[in-house]
Structure formats: structure tokens, C-alpha cells
């Protein structure tokens, strides 16, 4: 629900927008052993804010004033140059006997494996947690900019940009969806009167595939779908349809505003000719042929944060439906629910293999249907099943911020929803007795990329992830100025066609004839 990447100004902003009850230091400062206090919100709005947690069972502590767990941070202090100068990511285990129990296709999915978590499917579960967070990372969120909504960089370099080619998968594709539809606050567009790539599509994400190094590690080719999750949360909380229509051919219904995203289209646009369904699918059905006619055995496993893990069941609903024989596994991260019982009882049928990452003190995954959900299944010898009833899909890794020394207590939404929050506590994570692993591998400064969730004592500045100078660079007259986008970074549908037309198999025809057909 909470965008990554927004200013801190942007940020603050969209936190009282959530809701009035909301209005008191969202982003308030934890002290731990300060001479000065933190100012303390009002008597009223604490009150507020404790009713709206104990409601929810949020777990929010109030600010602690003592130390990092000592072994923690001694840990964390006595070995920062040795850590500085080590890998941030954990070894990867061979796991090309095992990969079908990681990604729960056996018959007890993943029961065995999530408390304690196994340390495959955590490396696992940051993996497609990463390539979540670079839809993120790569999205131009700068409403100034000609190519607001759209991704900062080309297929060919977004991995290597985000320093991802270590995870030994390549993009094939991009995938757009329409910006207006249904849900017009959290797609916001450019402040400009025109923009100059599209005025009707946002970037949503990408369909990347395994290359033969990485395919022999994890067993198979493995095919990964990444959705973005939202732009403007606070929005989109308000402008959430909570209206369910069927989807497929049985009982099925989903949110309104989610399958709207998913399946709308128009002919007249320049990304949405094809809806982000179609786009998806085509490819997902390409590479699935292509690499199962060279004898190769082929997952498909959908990722995505927020908005994004909605997406991403969507996807994997649709993929499961047309495409036999399939293993398609889904990783989400604190994403919402999407559909009814109905559409989670199919999900199962069709043998889609859901894991859903999810913080306690998250609001996000409560939605839709913080009253009325799954819950309400015990009383269906009286009532019926109620097929109007929001629920949630497959199997839970929960998660606590409480859990981590190096984290803040307190009130923040942003924080409790941010991607990179939900990372840093999967690499801590043990189980659900243990407190946070003391070799944890990942980057803790990732945390505060997009929030103030880190405590004071690291001296990691909160937002830090941004461009230099907003952007602006000095010319070659002194002046500061909006720089052009390198030529292969500015996206154009025709280039993407053309790309696509020569990986289906048609360079068989003139390259220059393709050139002049496909690129302007």
C-alpha cells in the first residue's frame, strides 16, 4: 500500500491523508537513552491511535528508551569494518533437488519449512523479494519529469543499473497498465500538460527468465513475473473499490479495482493496446513453449509488494487456467486481499502455490475486509458460505518488527509496509521464539531507503534513496538542468516491438527491413 521512494515531505503527507485518526507524528523520532525526549502527541490522539491498533492488533509498542539488545549491537559495532568490506547476501546452495518443496509443490507445501524458516527458501524468499523491490527502484516517481510512470531504465540495463545480475536472471519483457482506471488518485500523473512517452500508462513490472548458470542451480527455468505495487498509498486506501465481480469461468469474484488494473486496455493509447493480462500472458506462453520444446522443465513463480501481490495472484489465477501443466508458485509481500472463498478455493484446485510475507504491525494485509473476512468462516453451518466475503490465499510467513534490535518502536505506517523493512526481517528471521539472527547478511542501511524505520544509534539518514540534486545536473554553462534520458533509457513502444519481434524467431527476415518497420 505504501509507496517506496516518495520524499519524505511526499511521504508525511500520505500518512495523514490515511485517515484523520491518523494525524499525530506518523514519523515521530525513537529515542533510546537521549538527554531530550521526544515531544509526545496529544492525549486525544493517542487515544486514537490506540484504539485503531488494538482494533486491528497492530502491536505497537510505545518508543523504548532502552539499549540495542547488547549482543546485537556489539555485534553490529565491533564488526562494521569486517561487514563493510563482505558480501550482503547470503551463499547460494545448490537446490535443483529440492526446489519443488521450497516453493511449496509437494504435498505438505511449505509446513515443514517456515517455522523455523529453512535458510533455501529464505534466500529464496529475498531473491523474488529484490526483484519486487526494483520496480520500485527503477520507477521515475518524479511528477516533473517527461517520462513520469514510466521505468528509468531499458530492459537490457535494469538489472545491471540495481545490481541485480548477480541473481542470474535476464528481462524479456516490460509490462504497462492503464493509469486512469477506476483508481485515479494512487496513479498520479505528471504535473507536465503532456508527457512526452505516454499520457495513459504506467510502468507495472517486468517477465525475466533464468540463464543456464542459474537454471542448473535452482533446478529448472524458472520464468518470474515482478509487479510494482502503488504510487500514492494513502490514495489508494481511499480509492479502493471493495467491490467484488466474478472472475473466471466458476465462482470466483475479485476486487473491482484490482481486475480493472489487470485487464483494462484501449486502442487508441500507445502501452495499452494490450491490457497488462495480455502483455503478461503472451510472454509467460512464449517462454513456456520456447523453453519446453528444448526439453526443458519450466516454473513460473509471480512476485510483487502491496498492489503488486494482488496483481500477482491475478496473474497466477490466469497463467494456472491456460497453460497445463505449469508449477506456478506466488511470493508476495504484505499484499491485501483480493478475491473471495471462492477464488481461493480455486487458486487451490488449480494448484497455484501461494506463500504470502506479512509484518504484524502491517495494516495493509487486513485490507480489504478488516471486519469482514475469512474469519467469519466458523459460522458457516449457519450462514451459508458467503461468497461476498474477502479472503486471503495459501500459506503465511508472519513477521514482527519487534523482532529486529536494529528497528524502530512506535507508529509508522510507511515503515511497517515498506519492502525493503519486510527484507531486512525475512534475512533476521529464525522463527517465531528465536529473537533476529545475529549473521543476518543483508544490508541494514537498505531499510531506511524510503522510511526512518532504523534506530538513531546506526546514523543511517532516513530517505537516503534519491536521485543526486533531485536530478538536476550543471551543463556545460553552469546552469542546472533537466538531463536527457541516454537513448536507450527512453522508453518507445515501437523499440519494444522490434525486440520482441526479432526473440520470436522472425530474424530470419532482413534486419534493416525489421529496423525500418518497428523502430521510429
Not at 108 to 120: A, G, I, K, R, T
Not at 365 to 383: A, H, Y
Not at 457 to 477: C, D, S, T
Request: aromatic share 10%.
Amino acid at each position: 500500500m505504501f509507496c517506496n521512494h516518495l520524499s519524505s515531505a511526499a511521504q508525511s503527507g500520505m500518512a495523514r491523508s490515511v485517515s484523520t485518526a491518523l494525524i499525530f507524528n506518523v514519523h515521530q523520532e525513537v529515542v533510546l537513552d537521549r538527554p531530550k525526549a521526544a515531544a509526545k502527541p496529544s492525549n486525544r490522539a493517542s487515544r486514537m491511535a490506540e484504539s485503531l491498533s488494538h482494533l486491528l492488533h497492530l502491536h505497537v509498542e510505545a518508543p523504548p528508551r532502552t539499549n540495542l539488545l547488547q549482543s546485537h549491537w556489539n555485534s553490529y559495532s565491533d564488526d562494521q569494518d569486517h561487514k563493510h568490506s563482505t558480501p550482503t547476501y547470503s551463499p547460494k546452495e545448490v537446490i535443483a533437488e529440492k526446489w519443488r518443496e521450497i516453493h511449496g509443490h509437494c504435498s505438505s507445501e511449505w509446513d515443514c519449512l517456515l517455522d523455523p524458516l529453512h535458510p533455501w527458501l529464505r534466500r529464496e524468499i529475498v531473491k523474488y523479494g529484490e526483484f519486487a523491490q526494483a520496480t520500485y527502484d527503477a520507477f521515475d516517481f518524479d511528477s516533473f519529469s517527461e517520462y513520469c510512470g514510466s521505468s528509468r531504465y531499458s530492459r537490457d540495463r535494469l538489472f545491471e543499473k540495481l545490481g541485480l545480475t548477480g541473481n542470474g536472471y535476464t528481462v524479456k519483457k516490460y509490462i504497462y497498465a492503464m493509469s486512469h482506471i477506476d483508481m485515479p488518485s494512487w496513479l498520479e500523473r505528471s504535473h507536465l500538460v503532456d508527457t512526452t512517452w505516454s499520457k495513459d500508462s504506467n510502468w507495472m513490472g517486468y517477465v525475466a527468465v533464468s540463464d543456464d548458470e542459474e537454471t542448473r542451480r535452482i533446478g529448472r527455468r524458472d520464468i518470474v513475473v515482478a509487479w510494482r505495487g502503488t504510487v500514492a498509498p494513502s490514495e489508494w486506501y481511499e480509492d479502493m473499490q471493495r467491490k467484488l465481480e466474478p472472475y473466471g469461468q466458476g465462482d470466483a469474484k475479485v476486487e473491482h479495482g484490482f481486475l480493472s488494473l489487470y485487464t483494462s486496455k484501449n486502442e487508441s493509447t500507445r502501452y495499452n493496446k494490450c491490457s497488462a493480462s495480455e502483455q503478461v500472458m503472451k510472454e509467460v506462453t512464449r517462454l513456456v513453449q520456447w523453453y519446453r520444446e528444448k526439453g526443458e522443465e519450466v516454473s513460473l513463480t509471480i512476485t510483487g509488494h502491496s498492489l503488486g501481490g494482488a496483481l500477482a495472484l491475478l496473474n497466477a489465477y490466469e497463467a494456472a487456467s491456460t497453460i497445463p501443466n505449469l508449477a506456478v508458485s506466488v511470493i508476495s509481500f504484505g499484499a491485501p486481499r483480493v478475491g473471495n472463498i471462492a477464488f481461493r478455493d480455486e487458486l487451490h484446485q488449480l494448484g497455484v502455490k501461494t506463500l504470502r510475507v506479512v509484518v504484524k504491525q502491517d495494516i495493509v494485509p487486513r485490507m480489504p475486509g478488516i471486519v469482514l473476512n475469512e474469519s467469519l468462516q466458523k459460522f458457516d453451518e449457519i450462514t451459508g458460505t458467503l461468497d461476498w466475503v474477502y479472503t486471503h490465499c495459501g500459506a503465511e510467513l508472519k513477521l514482527d518488527v519487534r523482532s529486529s534490535p536494529f528497528l524502530k518502536r512506535g507508529f509508522n505506517l510507511p515503515g511497517f509496509h515498506s519492502l525493503e523493512t519486510y527484507l531486512h526481517l525475512v534475512d533476521g528471521f529464525i522463527d517465531s521464539s528465536t529473537t533476529f539472527r545475529s549473521d543476518a547478511r543483508r544490508d541494514i542501511a537498505l531499510v531506511n531507503k524510503a522510511c526512518d524505520m532504523l534506530v538513531d544509534e546506526l546514523r543511517i539518514p532516513h530517505f537516503w534513496y534519491q536521485l543526486e540534486n533531485k536530478g538536476l545536473v550543471r551543463n556545460a554553462h553552469g546552469r542546472w538542468v533537466k538531463p536527457t534520458r541516454d537513448p536507450e533509457d527512453i522508453p518507445s513502444p515501437s523499440s519494444e516491438q522490434y525486440v520482441h519481434a526479432l526473440s520470436l524467431g522472425t530474424q530470419t527476415q532482413d534486419h534493416d527491413v525489421l529496423k525500418t518497420q518497428y523502430v521510429i
